[in-house]
């Protein structure tokens, strides 16, 4: 996991040095960003050497933000740790106001959120802090502690921040619900058809989609494998493995061996796998000079449909979930599809949109499932991976609700 640790001025922030340690010996990524109060406490020398990693702290460093900008910090996290967290950031992320480094870092991320909060008793007992902790628990923000107790300032009550080992046991309660342990097998990109050994049919399929998911996924403990067509993109994930294919036929060879020997939990089907194949394939270069008409017909087949097979086979996923890219009634055509392929979800996207079609950065879904709906609004298809892949945990685990 990649984990963005804030640390904010507090006394508290000795106890963070620690937390990053038992991050760090856990197998997570560690990059820490401290506020200016929170460099009064503890030097950045202790966080670079215990995270082994540059640490940032402002927003206005010029080499800080060549070697990691604050956007790409935001982007790389998967979740930011906020320890300790004082009653002043606490209360600044949950109005959104963004004055520094860490409090940019966390509006401009999609990673979830936890809070180590660490202050005076009367602080947090404030009706403004409290407004404030509940505004963020109602967004998802996870809050850890504070624990009860003697304070540093001789104060007794609730305000200190909870022990290390503490906080890597509840974060870890809540990692461990996610992918770990479960095996996922994805296709992704276009297939390529070929005519002759220079000429194939291809589809507009960037593969973006579904490395996006792939790597999510691994992300999040799943073991993945894909299988793509040829794209342009690479995956770099410990727990993913990439078998390249070109066609359609070399994509359900693949998918199928893997059904074989394998019991896979969740099967995607991200890939624009080409409807039809040329039936024969000219071992020569076609020569314009050979065809005496202006004219030239390729006679094409039918391809064998992939993620139906999945459907069928007797080695089926728990869960199988296909992709509909259509220009017009999408969701009408993508729960016929559903209904023909025996599908558990289908993801319909409107690729007559130019900013979430084919290629783009960016989608927008309605995940129909043979219960219930979801809309995915418009996002970076990396947001758009995590919040399917969160609808689809649910329902593996049984706890999804209309
Ligand atoms: O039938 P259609 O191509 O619109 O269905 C789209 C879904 O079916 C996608 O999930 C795609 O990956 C999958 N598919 C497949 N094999 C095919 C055609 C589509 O797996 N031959």
Redesign the pocket.
């Known amino acids: 996991m990649n984990i963005v640790v804030g640390v904010c001025g507090g006394i508290a922030a000795y106890k963070t040095a620690h937390l990053v340690r038992l991050f760090k010996k856990t197998g997570h990524d560690v990059r820490v960003v401290m506020t200016d109060s929170a460099q009064q406490f503890v030097t950045s020398m202790t966080f670079q050497a215990l995270s082994g990693n540059e640490v940032a702290t402002d927003l206005w460093d010029e080499q800080q933000e060549a070697a990691m900008g604050h956007i790409s910090l935001a982007k790389w996290a998967d979740w930011i740790v906020i320890a300790p967290a004082t009653a002043n950031t606490l209360s600044k992320i949950a109005q959104g106001i963004g004055d520094n480094l860490l409090t940019t870092t966390v509006l401009a991320s999609d990673a979830r959120l936890a809070l180590l909060p660490a202050m005076n008793q009367q602080m947090w007992a404030s009706s403004a802090v409290q407004a404030n902790v509940a505004e963020l628990v109602q967004r998802d923000v996870v809050m850890i502690g504070p624990d009860s107790g003697e304070q540093a300032c001789g104060d007794v009550g609730a305000g200190r921040m909870v022990e290390p080992e503490q906080a890597l046991k509840e974060l870890g309660e809540i990692w461990h619900q996610s992918w770990s342990g479960k095996l996922v097998l994805i296709?992704a990109g276009p297939t390529l058809e070929d005519i002759d050994p220079v000429r194939f049919i291809g589809n507009r399929s960037s593969g973006k989609m579904g490395y996006a998911l792939a790597e999510q996924a691994a992300r999040q403990g799943a073991e993945v494998i894909l299988v793509s067509g040829p794209v342009a993109l690479k995956l770099n994930h410990p727990n993913t493995d990439l078998i390249h294919v070109r066609s359609?036929q070399q994509m359900m060879d693949a998918v199928q061996a893997q059904l074989e020997s394998n019991e896979f939990d969740v099967f995607i089907?991200?890939?624009?796998?080409a409807?039809y194949t040329p039936i024969q394939v000219s071992e020569q270069k076609i020569k314009k000079s050979e065809h005496v008409s202006d004219e030239m017909v390729i006679q094409l087949k039918k391809?064998?449909?992939?993620?139906?097979g999945v459907a069928a086979h007797v080695n089926r996923p728990q869960c199988v979930l296909?992709?509909?890219?259509e220009t017009q009634d999408v969701v009408g055509y993508a729960q016929s599809?559903l209904a023909r392929?025996n599908l558990d979800w289908i993801a319909a996207n409107d690729v007559s949109q130019s900013e979430i079609g084919f290629d783009s950065n960016e989608n927008a879904i309605t995940l129909i499932g043979k219960d219930s709906t979801h809309t995915i609004k418009q996002a970076s298809k990396t947001h758009v991976a995590k919040e399917l892949l969160e609808i689809i945990l649910k329902d593996l685990e049984g706890s999804i609700h209309e």
Not at 269 to 273: E, L, M, Q, S, Y
Not at 322 to 325: I, Q
């Open positions: 296709t359609a089907g991200a890939a624009a796998v409807d391809n064998p449909d992939i993620i139906a296909g992709f509909a890219a599809k392929k």
